[in-house]
């Protein structure tokens, strides 16, 4: 590159957007590996690493005007310090400004830091805060300290806050995003008219959201109505739906197996069921069948609250590829959910004289290799399995249906690793998604996919009666958990932590399970985290499902498991510090027998205002599309989400549920884009989603 070239010639080469970020000031080789973790790697990608909000420190708060869940600015003396050893070591800083008190609390801290918080000096902190036991309190704030209080100043600006990476700081990260703001000022094509977009143009909109230098700048940029915020979130939608279209025609271009049988082949399936589907089931059928009759490969997407059926379609697809002489593949994210799968098809395809194969990690060197050899040779076959069904040993030889279940645990290239092994056919694509979307987030993450949704429950199932205690009821609940579970029934206990960390999740549900085998030594306890292996996990499950434990102590890990039919109680510790779509998704693992269900969710009080909203609505609704819509209004979408999957196109500024009213115009001035304007369709792709080649190639 030329930029290497001139640095050996010992001359600094010109600096333009596609320089690499090491030869930027203050980067160098180390700084830049570090950001290629965020997906940086050259000087324009840095302009369009965004903030992902704003801190206002601009003012102190008041300490007495302090409410839970609020960011804020405060300032206080030192009123008390120490250090405590309750479970785990705390540093304990109380602050007071005259109008209230403050505690700060450190779980990580240095000498140091010890000795520089002492009674008597003033800290300035700013944090998030939460409801304590004692009153408000924030954890781990950022925080200056000095000997009085007039060398604590707050901020002239709002201060930009962009996702980090291990080893990268704020300050670092705004140092080189301002280099490039000066790089780009002689980048034309920056200054390029966009059809059907407003002022203000790019760079200008750039510069206002990395740098607001005003009032009114600061108060539209909170409440996201600048419009510098609404040119560039235009732009990524309208980016997004370009790279979707793309994909979405590239993949219908290629021919693939019709099957014209599909209906037939799923009547044959129902007949064989123990069960009638429901209408909501019959109809995503009919909708999965015309598909798969094409010359043209499905793209489907069917959505469904937890327990509404979806395997049935799945296996009804199966069946319609293995009647018409073809391969057909599922793929689940864990075995445990993988072997549910296989049992429940298994017996499904038993009277019709069809035995799917079995493929996972686990599966013995000799069962493996028979599952390889079938699936090579030119016959029909239905394989169920792991992620182990994408790796390089397995060959199709007549591969026409890719099922993968879970589609959020899944990313675009894995799902798509099966199409690649289908040769010369373009396999049908069946996605499974138990997280439910609502239609205007489903319109732009999911804008290659058709959408079904089976928006009914089958009969028989028991809806989940949800309460919310406080802890201080604790012992009510372990009274109704031993009197259940003597009268035959089993409990999960799910346990969580405010730090995301699967050290110390693990760490929790390892005391809980202690403590609960010490207060009702009767039962049998087990007990199931993140850290455990997978040989150890399954075991865990197996022994909870089988009936050799009656109460399984668990992190998040059992969000998405096996059914156990006699689970009819599911308490939730500290619920209020879990998402809305989680905390249903937890309480799915319940009510799929015919006894009455429970779910407890245990609080901490005093609860914030989001926290009584998300309990509030779990408490007044089992529907998961109104959960989910509630969850987006509250948190957005990419907390809803999780974290980003490989190969998905993730938001760095838009907002499909806020920024819903401009997704069916921008839809438009996509085609009208990839009609007359391909050049700068491509331009903009790259801008906010990255190469263009990666739509090109699939």
């Not at 280099?179 to 510069?207: F, K, N, R, W």
């Not at 469904?304 to 002489?325: C, E, F, H, Q």
């Not at 009455?596 to 609704?621: H, I, K, M, N």
């Amino acid at each position: 590159m030329a930029e290497r070239r001139a640095a050996r010639g010992g001359v600094r080469p010109p600096l333009t957007l596609d320089t690499e970020i090491t030869y930027l000031k203050g980067a160098g080789p180390a700084v830049a590996q570090r950001l290629r973790a965020l997906d940086l790697r050259v000087a324009r990608d840095l302009l369009f690493h965004l903030p992902q909000r704003y801190e206002d420190r601009r003012a102190h708060v008041p300490l007495a005007r302090l409410r839970p869940d609020q960011d804020a600015l405060v300032r206080g003396r030192i009123a008390a310090a120490d250090v405590r050893f309750g479970g785990r070591r705390t540093l304990r800083v109380v602050i007071d400004d005259g109008t209230g008190g403050l505690l700060l609390r450190f779980f990580h801290f240095n000498e140091a830091q010890k000795q520089g918080l002492a009674v008597g000096r003033w800290v300035q902190a700013y944090g998030t805060v939460r409801a304590g036991t004692a009153g408000p309190e924030m954890v781990h704030p950022q925080y200056r300290v000095a000997d009085a209080a007039e060398d604590l100043q707050p901020d002239a600006h709002l201060a930009p806050v962009y996702p980090l990476t291990a080893g990268i700081t704020q300050q670092r990260l705004r140092g080189l995003i301002d280099q490039v703001l000066q790089i780009a000022a002689s980048d034309a094509e920056l200054h390029t008219g966009l059809p059907g977009l407003a002022a203000p143009d790019t760079l200008a909109a750039l510069h206002l959201i990395h740098h607001p230098r005003t009032d009114a700048d600061a108060a539209a940029l909170l409440e996201h109505r600048h419009g510098a915020q609404q040119r560039l979130i235009r732009e990524e939608l309208l980016a997004h739906q370009l790279g979707m279209r793309i994909l979405r025609g590239r993949l219908k271009s290629k021919p693939a197996a019709a099957l014209p049988g599909a209906a037939q082949a799923m009547d044959e399936l129902i007949e064989a069921l123990p069960f009638a589907p429901t209408g909501a089931q019959r109809r995503v059928l009919a909708e999965v069948a015309r598909d798969l009759a094409g010359a043209r490969p499905m793209l489907r997407l069917v959505q469904g609250d937890v327990g509404s059926g979806k395997t049935v379609i799945a296996a009804a697809a199966l069946l319609a590829a293995y009647r018409a002489g073809h391969q057909a593949a599922m793929v689940a994210p864990t075995e445990l959910l993988a072997e549910q799968h296989f049992r429940t098809i298994t017996a499904w395809c038993a009277p019709l004289d069809i035995t799917p194969l079995f493929l996972a990690n686990r599966v013995k060197k000799a069962e493996r290799e028979r599952v390889l050899a079938a699936l090579a040779a030119p016959q029909p076959a239905i394989a169920i399995g792991t992620h182990a069904l994408l790796q390089d040993p397995v060959v199709y030889a007549r591969l026409a249906l890719a099922v993968v279940d879970e589609q959020h645990r899944f990313g675009v290239q894995q799902r798509l690793a099966l199409r690649d092994k289908a040769g010369r056919l373009a396999p049908h694509q069946l996605i499974m998604s138990a997280t439910p979307i609502p239609r205007t987030l489903a319109q732009t993450l999911y804008a290659d996919l058709d959408v079904s949704v089976i928006d009914e429950l089958p009969p028989g199932r028991t809806p989940v009666v949800t309460v919310a205690l406080s802890n201080a009821r604790r012992d009510e609940v372990l009274a109704r958990i031993k009197a259940a579970c003597g009268g035959g029934r089993q409990v999960y206990w799910v346990c969580t932590l405010i730090e995301e960390s699967e050290e110390l999740d693990a760490e929790a549900a390892e005391a809980t399970a202690a403590r609960l085998r010490a207060e009702l030594p009767e039962l049998r306890i087990g007990l199931v985290h993140g850290r455990l292996k997978a040989d150890e996990k399954d075991a865990q499950m197996r022994a909870f499902k089988d009936g050799l434990t009656q109460v399984l102590v668990a992190t998040t890990v059992i969000e998405v498991g096996v059914d156990v039919p006699n689970a009819s109680i599911m308490i939730i510790e500290n619920a209020e510090r879990l998402g809305l779509s989680q905390l249903h998704q937890l309480r799915g693992r319940v009510g799929r027998g015919s006894r009455e269900s429970q779910c407890v969710l245990l609080y901490q009080p005093p609860l914030g205002d989001l926290a009584r909203a998300r309990l509030e609505t779990l408490r007044s609704t089992t529907d998961g599309f109104a959960i989910a819509q509630r969850d987006l209004e509250l948190r957005g979408p990419g907390e809803l989400l999780g974290r980003r999957q490989t190969g998905d196109i993730g938001m760095k500024l838009a907002d499909p549920v806020r920024d819903a009213a401009l997704i069916p115009g921008l839809q438009k001035l996509a085609d009208d884009w990839l009609a007359r304007e391909p050049a700068l369709a491509q331009l903009l792709i790259r801008r906010w989603v990255g190469d263009p080649e990666r739509y090109a190639q699939v």
